[in-house]
């Protein structure tokens, strides 16, 4: 059976029977449950079908959306799963925008966090088009690695559109994987920017080892290093463990050797613990912040709680939550072929006390 005539036996079915479930659809047209889904969201876009929780009825006429208002097209009442890696950690802002954008245009959220676990985020995502029959993912997934290889190519092969948060899988292959990202290498430049224009000519850095924002940290401080004639010839750039790593504190003390030894006069620290910690050893060790070492952080999600607060680059959080849902929306929308879209957003330098000219503060 081609898959409109699929389609048009769904059809045919809902007007005998009023509603019909994707399971028993499923063993009627002897196709897969995710087979009958999609066509369920199809015919859902185009505005013949109303999707209920484990199958489809009829569109009346009557619940039509309204064409022009915040929710018109075929995107009003879709259901939209989103994974994330933490519910406690930089991304709860991204679910705020997610869940704005959402709410503006009649979308519901389903939220599941995975914990950095491919296997887990795997599960999570497959539970969400198999279980909870999601018309699209918004999904943040680990991308290295073997587990994060294949990962991937379960999201290519998706059955539903994808838009990726703060992850960009590099290379196009097959699939429709979209994306919105933070420019994480033009905040790290505006951060070594900042420190030059205030006259440091040794700025170090130190990211987390197992960070997927580290890599795009050391393209742009070392860029812009290159690019502003700063010295690195022996300035810090460290990998460092978690700032909860028993090793921790080795590591720090390490890094704060090197700066001494060095002359390196500024740090930009990846992320906000790290660079707390990293301060509150400064004061330990009788290292004046910013006097004798400028300090700033990126994340800003808890930085003003420091003293000195911190100089920050605050990625555009909520912002990539909006518009990974405008993008999925204008996916769902799509009648034809629309372009693959990859959006990026610019951070924000917010400066405060903890950068300064060397030798001031």
Not at 112 to 134: F, H, I, T
Not at 263 to 283: K, M, N, Y
């Amino acid at each position: 059976m081609l898959p409109a005539e699929r389609r048009a036996r769904v059809v045919e079915l809902l007007r005998r029977d009023g509603v019909v479930r994707v399971h028993e659809l499923a063993v009627r047209l002897g196709v897969s449950a995710i087979t009958v889904r999609r066509d369920i969201a199809r015919l859902a876009r185009e505005g013949v079908v109303r999707r209920v929780h484990g199958g489809a009825t009829l569109e009346l006429p009557a619940t039509a959306p309204t064409s022009g208002g915040p929710g018109s097209g075929a995107v009003a009442c879709a259901v939209v799963g989103l994974v994330v890696p933490s519910l406690v950690y930089y991304w709860p802002d991204v679910v705020r925008g997610v869940r704005e954008a959402a709410d503006e245009l009649g979308l519901r959220v389903v939220l599941r966090g995975a914990g950095y676990a491919p296997d887990d985020e795997l599960r999570q995502l497959g539970a969400l088009v198999d279980s909870v029959g999601v018309d699209g993912l918004l999904v943040a997934p680990t991308t290295t690695g073997s587990q994060g290889a294949a990962l991937v190519r379960w999201l290519r092969s998706a059955e539903v559109p994808v838009v990726l948060l703060e992850r960009d899988c590099g290379d196009p292959g097959p699939g429709l994987l979209e994306s919105v990202v933070s420019d994480h290498r033009l905040g790290t430049a505006s951060a070594v920017r900042h420190l030059a224009e205030l006259g440091h000519r040794r700025i170090g850095l130190c990211a987390s080892a197992g960070s997927p924002t580290a890599p795009h940290l050391r393209r742009g401080w070392r860029r812009a290093c290159e690019e502003l004639g700063l010295e690195l010839d022996g300035v810090p750039e460290a990998s460092t463990c978690d700032h909860r790593d028993p090793d921790w504190s080795r590591q720090l003390d390490a890094l704060l050797d090197r700066c001494r030894d060095s002359g390196t006069t500024a740090l930009l620290v990846h992320s906000d613990p790290e660079a707390l910690a990293l301060v509150q050893r400064c004061q330990e060790r009788g290292i004046a912040v910013p006097g004798a070492l400028s300090v700033v952080t990126y994340d800003d999600e808890m930085a003003e709680l420091c003293d000195p607060p911190l100089t920050a680059v605050r990625p555009p959080k909520a912002a990539v939550g909006r518009a990974a849902v405008a993008l999925l929306a204008a996916r769902l929308r799509a009648a034809g072929d629309r372009p693959v879209h990859r959006v990026v957003v610019q951070p924000e330098l917010i400066t405060r006390g903890s950068s300064a000219a060397p030798g001031v503060g």
